[in-house]
């Protein structure tokens, strides 16, 4: 079935899905990337409680025991500013790189669209006679088939092939 196209009995054109995301508008982009983040924080809420069914079930009282009881507490503060120093190098390391691409690429676009294929480069790629290659553009299926030494060759697909004829026999009439 193509992108857009909803069954109901039938192949009806749905004009309300956009599938291309160049001619979506920027409110919508967000608003659709704000419920999504919405939804994603909402799922990951919903399993709280059986990661917490999970730690009881395991007997996880590894964490009370070190900060409470041994008093580690104290050992994880004296840690925290190393934690946080390298958490900022590291945010601040990507952020530099991005900057420096984003000023390096801006307004560039690098992604150029693809010559047109001519019927030249078809012919010789494929090592095919013209009139294969009309058939096999004009069939809305087409078998191809490779062999062991690499040659090509296509097959006429039984369907084009009988409404063809039938074409060919209402023609004569």
């Known amino acids: 079935m193509q992108h857009g196209l909803v069954q109901t009995g039938g192949f009806v054109t749905n004009k309300f899905i956009l599938e291309t995301p160049k001619l979506q508008t920027l409110r919508l982009k967000y608003s659709s990337a704000l419920l999504t983040l919405i939804f994603w924080i909402i799922w990951f809420y919903l ?26 507490f104290e050992a994880f503060i004296q840690a925290l500013p190393t934690f946080i120093g390298t958490t900022l190098a590291l945010t601040g390391t990507l952020a530099l790189w991005a900057l420096y691409n984003f ?71």
Do not use: C, Y
């Open 47 to 72: 399993w709280v409680p059986l990661i917490t069914i999970a730690g009881w079930w395991f007997q996880i009282r590894f964490f009370q025991k070190e900060l409470i009881m041994v008093e580690g």
């Open 103 to 173: 000023s390096r690429f801006k307004g560039m676009d690098r992604r150029k669209p693809l010559a047109p294929i001519q019927k030249s480069d078809f012919l010789q790629l494929l090592n095919i006679s013209e009139a294969e290659l009309d058939a096999a553009q004009s069939n809305k299926i087409s078998t191809i088939v490779i062999s062991e030494e690499g040659k090509i060759t296509l097959q006429e697909n039984k369907l084009d092939a009988i409404h063809s004829s039938l074409k060919a026999a209402d023609e004569n009439d």
